[in-house]
């Protein structure tokens, strides 16, 4: 069996192409080696590394209100002053915290807690500390916080990843050492928000010094791409124009890098004009989502010289 390492962009709900890619992927009898992935792409990530199928994926995409994920409790829900505030308070429309539980409860069922109950380098997820202004690589930067790398809970790491700003809470980590304000204080917490922040789709992250593969296998990125990439977006307030630039920055930071080294090693999944934050997408658009990913991955392996069987 051909085995790859595999990089999955993130992209919030248009994330679900990538298990149609992932069933494609697995009819060629190509099985994944290492995984990494930033936000949706962690999620998929994480549960492949965790020992799911992508039929067993499908299955929890069908089973999930992602509705659901878009709570607000007391105060908050008020129209208008509501989600302000919450945004004032919190730094999120919404805590995260029903999209932790569900990424944790997944992960249990296949007895996933934490790094150390995975193969040794099996999966990277990643993130982007805004207090400190740097990417992080989870599990082994989370050394930089004087935690232990094995026993971070691979839930927190990917909900971490998923922290889009603005719409959910950014997860905090106590600092070993303070760094120092204007004002003399010394700022303990780190704020961690979208690994798309700083790189959305982490290719790098599986290439050797010399940009070749690293330990001998072909990787392979599975990254969304969408007509609604030039359309204009509507902007109403401080929220609507954050998120038009943060799915700008999205689509745009690492082309420089895909253009140069990763065509050719690139499975590009249209996502039907589906936004990041569409979490009420009918089934229909999910089925064709899914449909999307599964033609695009089997386009690319049934290719004619397809680089992944050259190995």
Not at 75 to 99: H, M, N, T
Not at 202 to 231: C, H, I, R
Not at 268 to 285: H, Y
Request: include cysteine; charged fraction near 25%.
């Amino acid at each position: 069996m051909t085995s790859i390492n595999a990089v999955f962009e993130g992209g919030g709900v248009k994330g679900i192409s990538l298990v149609g890619a992932v069933k494609a992927t697995e009819e060629r009898g190509i099985a994944f080696n290492r995984l990494a992935g930033t936000s949706s792409g962690a999620i998929i990530a994480s549960l492949l590394a965790a020992g799911y199928n992508a039929d067993q994926l499908r299955h929890v995409i069908e089973a999930t209100p992602f509705e659901s994920f878009l709570k607000r409790g007391g105060l908050y829900k008020l129209k208008i002053v509501g989600p302000a505030a919450r945004i004032f308070i919190k730094g999120g429309l919404y805590s995260g915290e029903a999209l932790l539980y569900w990424i944790t409860k997944l992960l249990e069922e296949k007895g996933i807690l934490t790094f150390n109950d995975l193969p040794h380098n099996k999966l990277k997820i990643v993130a982007s500390d805004i207090t400190n202004g740097r990417l992080l690589v989870l599990p082994d930067d989370i050394r930089q916080y004087g935690l232990d790398p094995g026993r971070m809970p691979v839930a927190a790491a990917v909900r971490m990843s998923l922290s889009i700003p603005y719409f959910f809470d950014p997860v905090r980590i106590r600092m070993t050492r303070g760094v120092r304000q204007p004002d003399g204080r010394r700022r303990m917490w780190a704020y961690v928000v979208d690994g798309g922040l700083l790189s959305n789709f982490p290719m790098w992250l599986f290439d050797s010094p010399n940009k070749e593969e690293a330990d001998g296998f072909s990787a392979v990125g599975y990254q969304l791409v969408g007509k609604n990439e030039t359309e204009p977006r509507q902007i109403r307030g401080p929220v609507s124009m954050f998120q038009a630039m943060f799915e700008t920055m999205l689509q745009a930071h690492d082309e420089r890098y895909i253009e140069k080294h990763n065509r050719e090693r690139t499975i590009k999944i249209p996502t039907l004009g589906v936004r990041t934050t569409d979490f009420s997408l009918s089934k229909a658009e999910s089925d064709a989502l899914y449909e999307s990913g599964y033609k695009a991955a089997k386009a690319y392996f049934d290719k004619p010289g397809c680089r992944v069987f050259q190995k």
